[in-house]
């Protein structure tokens, strides 16, 4: 018990550090899968009066992925009823060009602009229809989940430095009176802080294997599975190598910064 | 004879304006036992402090074990105490530790194998009759049976020099008798050098030991 209540203060900060960082993660991977997703139903319509080479346009705008021209016969067909074969050809050959044009990530409003306003300066294009009204509403609405997501992110973490802090005041109080007795019977340095050390690095464990819980429940439950296939995105919500090593380093290096604060700060008693 | 403490204009303060040891001269030989004695606050434990280097001279120089105190460093200092044993007044144990980890401390810090720390505690505790208290914490025990673990602690090792702060203060007459025995033992059989600050001097000591008195800052040898 007396053991169990020793970690428990610093496993529940590390695993507060460990489970905000994985959430931003995860709505990070997910914001990237639905640009992703948007990227490929999103592109700018190009009217032009003459015929355009891909090639051009991808060296006028280098965000271009792909340019695909749109026929003329769907609209054509509407009419042919009341026109002759040959008006619809003299038709045709007078009809504008139009173009799809596939963007290799989604765009922000200012990139659209900017692609605007290049396209424009090719003498044929007459007409960029970007979308802009219904695009601009979808990035703000992103920008916004990931701003309201990375200032929760930012907020828990001061709370949980503040508790690690606290933490760090009662781990100085407890452990130096022990190591001041070490030192009164010529204990080095390592010898002294060894315990502190092993404590923080089993704990860095013990978090590390706490969060790699959760998020594989998490990633294996329905409900989240549901979710993500509603919005018509797939993420990998655990990495379960990547994501529980990362976790690991991290809450080794928060948990030996405290008990090297620990070491350095201790005052030997007269 | 060897000296192992050799003090010369030895002077010990807290803050610059109160020196509580001044210009003292004083040396200890190797193997002998010796009693300080002087009213409270007359400088008994201050000096004992000076002497594991808790406490640097102010003045004069202090050199125990061959280690010069005022400007040593930290490795030496380390090494100078793995070769001490204190015993402290308020115990100084680790309240997390039970009280055979306590006894292996030193054991530890010197390197000692496993099986002969253990043979080593085994034996001490026997010798402090803590036999039955094995597996507990310090907090669990009396305070004389604290002092007795703090007494076993200090001897483990086998150390050259034994410093012991009041180390039967409050005791009952059984647990006192229980570690005179043991420094004398220690002092006897394996010439470890015994400097015991005290209030009192028993009348049972069957050692030949010397007695210095502290008084206004000074020391001298009472005969």
Known sequence: MKSFKNHLSLVIALVSILFTIQVFTVVNRSIDAYKDKLTKNYSLIIVSQNKLLPRELKAKVSAIADVIELSPDSVIKKLNIKISKNNIELLKATLPRFYKLKLGKYPSPDEIKKIRTKLLEIQSITTVESFSATHDTIYNLLLLFKTVITVLAFAILIVTVLLIFKELRIWQFKHNERMNIMSLFGAPTWLRSAVLFRLAIVDALIASVLNFGIFSYIASSSWVSQQLNTIGIHIVVFNTVNDFLSGLVIAIIVSIFLAAFIVIGQKEEL | ?223
């Open chain 2, 1 to 223: 004879m060897d000296k192992v403490i050799i003090a010369n204009n030895l002077s010990l303060a807290y803050s610059s304006d109160d020196t509580i040891i001044n210009k003292v001269n004083f040396s200890v030989d190797t193997g002998s036992f010796i009693f300080i004695t002087g009213a409270s606050g007359s400088g008994k434990s201050t000096l004992l402090k000076s002497l594991y280097g808790a406490l640097k001279p102010i003045e004069g120089s202090l050199i125990v074990g061959g280690v010069e105190l005022k400007s040593v460093s930290k490795k030496k200092l380390n090494f100078l105490r793995k070769h001490l044993g204190i015993v402290f007044q308020d115990y100084k144990l680790v309240k997390e530790w039970t009280i055979e980890k306590n006894i292996m401390l030193p054991l530890i810090i010197n390197g000692y194998e496993k099986s002969v720390t253990q043979n080593q505690v085994d034996s001490l505790l026997k010798h402090v009759r803590l036999q039955h208290q094995v597996g507990k914490y310090p907090q669990e025990l009396s305070g004389g049976e604290q002092q007795r673990v703090a007494v076993a602690r200090a001897l483990a090792h086998n150390p050259t020099v034994v410093l012991a702060d009041e180390p039967t203060g409050n005791l009952d007459d059984y647990s006192s008798q229980l570690i005179w025995n043991l420094l004398e033992g220690a002092n006897e059989q394996l010439e470890t050098t015994v400097i015991v600050v005290t209030h009192h001097i028993p009348e049972t000591m069957k050692v030949n030991y010397k007695h210095y008195h502290i008084e206004s800052g000074g020391i001298c040898e009472v005969i």
